[in-house]
């Protein structure tokens, strides 16, 4: 989309090391939605259904023109544009730094950043979470979603302006790693969704995760199908 605050690009979180899941979340595979504002267009499992990198890459690609993997120099993504972690060990958060680096290296205003693990995420969230960084403050450097009911900020599903990098580099230097701690309040926009939004935010850590996200994703696709 055109933006009167300068172009957008993606970034894909994929440098963690999935302890609590036991095997590299990034390259499980699920059956792909298939529906309205979604990047497949059929429905695909098994083997032949992509990984969740690939997947949230694709997802990023069909609202973005360029799609960045930010992940560990000892576990380098094949395949994908890799950014990787300046200073290894941090999180997301030096993962976020480099790759907001390579973004204004590239010319690029901001960056919108998806976590790999959000197999139920869609287009129009992410289109939405663009509108409403054109709507933000001028002085905004961080738009994210936010849930209403509790408060919570999702900082894994946000867009982050490269002239947030000072405070990246200042956070990092002090030993800070919290994503939602980099950048101060007032120089953040959040985005409110409710609890029949909530669904794009479910995320996969953990082997139990992984099987309700199949149930989501299979009660998802029976609607759209009409099998429902």
Same mark, same amino acid.
């Given at each position: 989309?055109?933006?009167?605050?300068?172009?957008?690009?993606?970034?894909?979180? $994929?440098?963690?090391?999935?302890?609590?899941?036991?095997?590299?979340?990034?390259? %499980?595979?699920?059956p792909?939605?298939?529906?309205?504002?979604?990047a497949?267009?059929? !429905? +695909?499992?098994?083997a #032949?259904?992509?990984?969740?990198?690939? /997947? $949230?890459? &694709? %997802?990023?690609?069909?609202?973005?023109?360029? =799609?960045?993997? !930010?992940?560990?120099? #000892? /576990?380098?993504?094949?395949?994908?544009?890799?950014?990787?972690?300046? +200073?290894?060990?941090?999180?997301?958060?030096?993962?976020?730094?480099?790759?907001? @680096?390579? $973004? #204004?290296?590239?010319?690029? *205003?901001?960056?919108?950043?998806? !976590?790999?693990?959000?197999?139920?995420?869609?287009?129009?969230?992410?289109? @939405?979470?663009?509108e409403a960084?054109?709507?933000?403050?001028?002085?905004?450097?961080?738009? *994210?979603?936010? /849930?209403?009911?509790?408060?919570?900020?999702? !900082?894994?599903?946000?867009?982050?302006?490269? /002239?947030? +990098?000072?405070?990246?580099?200042?956070?990092?230097a002090?030993?800070?790693?919290?994503?939602?701690?980099?950048?101060?309040?007032? +120089? @953040?926009? =959040?985005?409110?969704?409710?609890?029949?939004?909530?669904?794009?935010?479910?995320? =996969?850590?953990?082997?139990?995760?992984?099987?309700?996200? @199949?149930?989501?994703? $299979?009660?998802?696709? &029976?609607?759209?199908?009409?099998?429902?």
């Amino acid at each position: 989309m055109a933006s009167a605050k300068g172009r957008v690009a993606g970034v894909v979180l $994929a440098g963690g090391f999935s302890s609590r899941m036991g095997v590299d979340k990034a390259g %499980l595979r699920l059956p792909e939605i298939v529906g309205p504002g979604t990047a497949g267009g059929q !429905s +695909l499992n098994g083997a #032949d259904a992509p990984d969740l990198l690939s /997947a $949230a890459c &694709a %997802l990023v690609r069909s609202v973005l023109p360029v =799609c960045l993997v !930010s992940c560990r120099a #000892d /576990a380098p993504r094949p395949g994908h544009d890799c950014v990787f972690d300046a +200073l290894p060990g941090q999180g997301p958060a030096a993962g976020l730094q480099a790759a907001l @680096r390579r $973004a #204004d290296e590239m010319g690029y *205003a901001a960056l919108l950043a998806l !976590s790999c693990d959000l197999p139920l995420m869609d287009a129009a969230t992410l289109r @939405r979470l663009l509108e409403a960084r054109e709507a933000a403050p001028p002085q905004t450097l961080v738009t *994210a979603c936010r /849930a209403r009911d509790t408060g919570r900020v999702e !900082s894994l599903t946000a867009i982050y302006e490269v /002239a947030a +990098l000072p405070y990246f580099d200042a956070a990092l230097a002090r030993g800070e790693r919290k994503l939602g701690l980099m950048v101060p309040d007032d +120089l @953040r926009h =959040c985005v409110d969704y409710g609890p029949e939004e909530a669904e794009p935010f479910f995320n =996969c850590n953990c082997p139990d995760d992984l099987e309700q996200a @199949r149930i989501l994703l $299979a009660q998802k696709n &029976a609607r759209f199908s009409g099998k429902e």
